[in-house]
């Protein structure tokens, strides 16, 4: 699976009128009007996944669901709350996979079912439409874009460990080789002694490169 990740970043509000769990379909059509307002058409055989509510028996009382849009061309998270902003987040290239899923967006996804399920504990309604519609565009007035800060797509899994030491394979060793790969794309013309350098550096991090 591909973890180029482009995250919206999301608020659940607490102010308003009602609460209605969000059904697999129109979960589904809120994902597919997003993806082609991106350019991008869903496939009708798109997978899907859920993640069912504590102690809910319906199949549509979900968290929330991910469809992916097939093709390889990323996946929608949509809540399965009204309360909650529509779209929790999204990914441009990839296909989503529960096996695949590395331990820090497990976490985060989790923490979307968290926030969830506290609004059904503790019975909090929700905004209108209009409400969210009123905060979104107050956020679009004052957000500017941030362009793609790398562009290299490994991580710390198969086969991209298989020269490395067990314990070598951790996320700072990961984080480092992808700042230097940026450092490289990115810089103008350089010194032989700095590629060297950073070359050495990688060496040391991981000796079988």
């Not at 979900?62 to 990323?74: E, L, R, V």
């Not at 490395?164 to 480092?176: F, I, L």
């Amino acid at each position: 699976m591909k973890r180029v990740f482009t995250f919206v970043a999301t608020a659940i509000t607490f102010l308003g009128l009602w609460a209605d769990p969000v059904t697999k379909e129109s979960a589904r059509e809120s994902a597919k009007l997003f993806l082609q307002n991106r350019g991008v058409e869903m496939s009708e055989e798109s997978s899907v996944h859920r993640a069912p509510r504590k102690g809910a028996s319906e199949k549509d009382n979900s968290y929330y669901y991910i469809f992916n849009a097939g093709n390889d061309q990323g996946y929608v998270i949509v809540s399965g709350d009204d309360r909650t902003e529509e779209i929790l987040g999204y990914v441009e290239h990839g296909t989503y996979s529960e096996e695949a899923l590395p331990e820090h967006m497990k976490s985060w996804l989790q923490t979307y079912a968290d926030q969830i399920q506290f609004l059904i504990d503790n019975n909090i309604s929700g905004s209108t439409p209009t409400q969210r519609a009123t905060a979104r565009r107050k956020i679009k007035s004052t957000k500017h874009a941030v362009p793609t800060l790398m562009t290299t797509t490994w991580n710390q899994g198969d086969p991209y460990n298989a020269k490395c030491p067990v314990y070598y394979k951790g996320d700072g060793t990961t984080a480092t080789t992808k700042d230097m790969s940026s450092y490289l794309e990115t810089t103008a013309p350089r010194r032989y002694s700095d590629m060297w350098n950073m070359e050495h550096t990688a060496r040391r991090l991981c000796p079988s490169t």
